[in-house]
T-cell receptor
Framework: ETGVTQTPRHLVMGMTNKKSLKCEQH?????MYWYKQSAKKPLELMFV???????ENNSVPSRFSPECPNSSHLFLHLHTLQPEDSALYLC??????????????FGPGTRLTVL | QKEVEQDPGPLSVPEGAIVSLNCTYS??????FMWYRQYSRKGPELLMY????GNKEDGRFTAQVDKSSKYISLFIRDSQPSDSATYLC??????????FGSGTQLTVLP
């Protein structure tokens, strides 16, 4: 596959479950991002990793835990989520996480529903 | 007040119409302005970006920035059904983060 891929595409979980979202980029980029997209609301930047180092963390609750084992993979570990966390979670990558004018390429997203 | 305001629509136009999509922003530090297009069940993709004030044209698309009024516009000429999507404006300021509008849903009717 090319570009940015995300798995799973859909996820339904209970408030006590633990699950992980996976993102993989095949573009040779050095930066990866997690965004949250809720209905009728702007995209919210959650985390930024540049060269596997977390460079931004926008006051995201600790029930969301990112992991970036290498520059091609990004995970978002989820535990004890709330129903208001239901949203589309988008992963993106760019050449550099230091130059925010670099074009960000988005994956298709994971549609998360928390019951 | 949101840093970037965008009318969510929905907006429906007939094929061939000129479409005008607009955003306003409040942060004077914003310098780069972008338009993303998001098809249903897909992630956003960058359509165009501009720096500071002025116009930028790419085929049927024209992006316009007026920094004096803090107004961002995207015009689509000869709109096609394939243009039906949600259009997101975004700005990049000194905080080095993209700030997005909430998106405008556009439907071009054949």
């Amino acid at each position: 596959e090319t570009g940015v891929t995300q798995t799973p595409r859909h996820l339904v979980m209970g408030m006590t479950n633990k699950k992980s979202l996976k993102c993989e980029q095949h573009l040779g980029h050095n930066a990866m991002y997690w965004y949250k997209q809720s209905a009728k609301k702007p995209l919210e930047l959650m985390f930024v990793y540049s060269l596997e180092e977390r460079v931004e963390n926008n006051s995201v609750p600790s029930r969301f835990s990112p992991e970036c084992p290498n520059s091609s993979h990004l995970f978002l570990h989820l535990h004890t989520l709330q129903p208001e966390d239901s949203a589309l979670y988008l992963c993106a990558s760019s050449h550099s996480g230091r130059d925010f004018t670099d074009t960000q390429y988005f994956g298709p997203g994971t549609r998360l529903t928390v019951l | 007040q949101k840093e970037v305001e965008q009318d969510p629509g929905p907006l429906s136009v007939p094929e061939g119409a000129i479409v005008s999509l607009n955003c306003t922003y409040s942060n004077s530090a914003f310098q780069y302005f972008m338009w993303y297009r998001q098809y249903s069940r897909k992630g956003p993709e960058l359509l165009m970006y501009t720096y500071s004030s002025g116009n930028k044209e790419d085929g049927r698309f024209t992006a316009q920035v007026d920094k004096s009024s803090k107004y961002i516009s995207l015009f689509i000429r000869d709109s096609q059904p394939s243009d039906s999507a949600t259009y997101l404006c975004a700005s990049l300021g000194s905080a080095r983060q993209l700030t997005f509008g909430s998106g405008t849903q556009l439907t071009v009717l054949p």
